[in-house]
């Protein structure tokens, strides 16, 4: 979960802005929680933009206007039906918390083909699931790509998190190489394996 704290906040043509203290890491689509400004600002949103001058308004099409004279940083803009305000300091937050299910520990444990696992070994898998979906969803969202954070993009980046998750759960034990019972000895990590980027579509940066 990222916190980041509000500075100003104006509304426009039924666009609320609010300005943070420092830079936000998000992307557009996102849905993040304003808390702590008013009544008219607060609420859980979807991102609609990032300006980096001051929101003046929508045009006759629909496109956001913006002053170039007057440059902001930090502003998170998002729909918000009610009268304009103007630009003012506030103080408040503006929460930012992905939480990804995309798949489960059983997918993992089925995968993997260990059968009904211990209970330990349930809890393990399960903390496999939940590593490698917010590792999954926060490199996708690096590369690009605005998922939803219940429902897996495709059935491609659904087995690349399942394996990245067998992955995690074949390394526990061990520091940075596979558990080895083999007389050959254990061969280093040397990184992401290429399938599960493929898979994922994390191997170059998703483009427009």
Known sequence: MATYS???????????VVELL?????????????AGVDATFNGTVTVRALPQYLFTGVDTQ?????DYERPIKNQVLYAKTAANVDRVAATG????????????????EDWLGIGTATAA??????????????FAFRRRQ????????TTS??????LGTIMYGGALYRQRGS?????????????????????????????RPQVA
């Open 6 to 16: 509000v500075t100003n906040k104006y509304l426009v043509d039924n666009y609320a």
């Open 22 to 34: 420092t830079q936000a890491d998000l992307e557009l689509g996102v849905t993040v929680t304003v």
């Open 62 to 66: 629909g496109d956001l206007l913006y």
């Open 93 to 108: 937050t503006l929460a930012y918390t992905p939480t990804c299910t995309w798949i489960t520990a059983t997918q993992i």
């Open 121 to 134: 070994d349930t809890t393990f898998l399960t903390q496999c699931a939940s590593a490698a979906n917010q």
């Open 142 to 149: 690096e590369a690009g790509y605005v998922d939803s954070v």
């Open 153 to 158: 993009p495709s059935g491609d980046v659904t």
């Open 175 to 203: 520091i940075d190489t596979f558990a080895s019972f083999t007389e050959m000895g254990t061969a280093p990590t040397t990184g992401l394996s290429p399938l599960i980027k493929q898979l994922l579509g994390i191997d």
